[in-house]
């Protein structure tokens, strides 16, 4: 693996109809953010030195705090902070487009954030920015999670246009709702970075990963954390790429820190778009341009908005 200063120089363009390849990071971030991010570059360099154009880092990548409020006090300002400029010249000095998993950036009120996902393209420019829409609540005997609690959700479905093909912003638990996703619009890509429970993802997340590029006929990378933290939380891994068939391209079965890489194929998209056209044969609605389209009304609007 090349040292994170290398040149920018290993990702090239496609040519037309070429696979383009992509990368999920796998993490067990810690409440250090330092060292979150000196091992987030080590990992999009590794990344990026195996042909990755595109490399998606896990929700929560650059701080896993020992209490929810924890992360209220590394909430930057959009466009400036720490965070944001160490994604801004990782890619750049990478030459990838990079998803910045997620991180805190100022809400209205001060006692919660956006939980945001920003995206940079491969000279370090700003290209999108999505804040997570769907907040997590789930009690299971000890174990409980009420993400309202300190988070704002996002209003607005948002999708950028990547040199192969649109890409979807999706952040772990709307990976539960599918009219998000079909509100993106026709996309080759659709991301998931998260740090699903061990007792979720035991359970649901590889279910609804595939299920989610079935019924979008897309391929889907799919970034989590995975493993025991600091704070005694236990995240379950298994980051991933599926294609438009709901066949697991590359998948990390154990946990721990690590990278998937894999290849999106335009040939394999259009044969099953072709052989199965279920995209075109919907009823009930239409698939169209959905960049920044408004989100669908939350199901409990009162307790999504604390």
């Known amino acids: 693996m090349t040292s994170p200063d ?18 999920a990071v796998q993490m067990v971030s810690a409440p250090d953010v ?17 042909g990755a154009q595109l490399v998606l880092l896990p929700e929560y990548f650059c701080y896993m705090g020992q ?54 393209g491969p000279d370090g420019s700003s290209a999108a920015r999505y804040d997570k829409i769907h907040l997590f609540n789930f009690v299971k005997g000890e174990e409980a999670y009420d993400e309202a609690r300190t988070i704002r959700p996002g209003e607005t479905v ?5 040199p192969f093909g649109r890409v979807g912003l999706s952040v772990c638990y709307d990976l539960r709702f599918p009219e998000l996703y079909r509100a993106m619009g026709d996309c080759t890509l659709m991301v998931v970075p998260a740090a699903f429970t061990y007792t979720t ?21 799919a970034s989590a954390q995975g493993g025991v933290h600091e704070n005694g939380r236990r995240t ?20 721990g820190a690590g990278v998937v890489v894999g290849d999106i194929d335009p040939a394999r998209l259009a044969a099953v778009r072709q052989s199965l056209p279920a995209l075109r044969h919907r009823v009930l609605g239409a698939i169209g341009d959905a960049h920044d389209a408004p989100a669908p009304a939350p199901a409990t609007p009162a307790r999504a908005q604390g």
């Not at 060292?35 to 990992?43: E, F, M, P, S, V």
């Not at 993802?201 to 897309?218: S, T, V, Y």
């Not at 379950?236 to 946990?255: F, N, Y």
């Open 201 to 221: 993802g035991r359970a649901h997340w590889e279910l609804l990963l595939r299920a989610r590029a079935i019924e979008n006929q897309c391929y889907v990378l």
């Open 67 to 120: 209490r929810d409020t924890d992360k209220l006090s590394l909430r930057e300002q959009p466009g400036h902070g720490p965070i944001q400029d160490f994604l801004a010249e990782t890619a750049r000095r990478n030459g990838v487009w990079l998803i910045g998993g997620t991180m805190p950036l100022a809400a209205p009120e001060p006692g919660r954030v956006l939980n945001t996902t920003l995206v940079y």
């Open 34 to 50: 330092a060292r979150n991010l000196a091992d987030a570059g080590r990992w999009v360099a590794e990344a990026a030195d195996a």
């Open 158 to 162: 948002r999708t950028f246009e990547a």
């Open 6 to 23: 290398s040149s920018a120089t290993r990702a090239t363009p496609n040519a037309p109809n070429a696979p383009a390849r992509v990368a």
């Open 236 to 255: 379950w891994g298994h980051s991933m790429l599926i294609d438009p068939w709901g066949d697991i391209v590359a998948q990390r079965e154990d946990d």
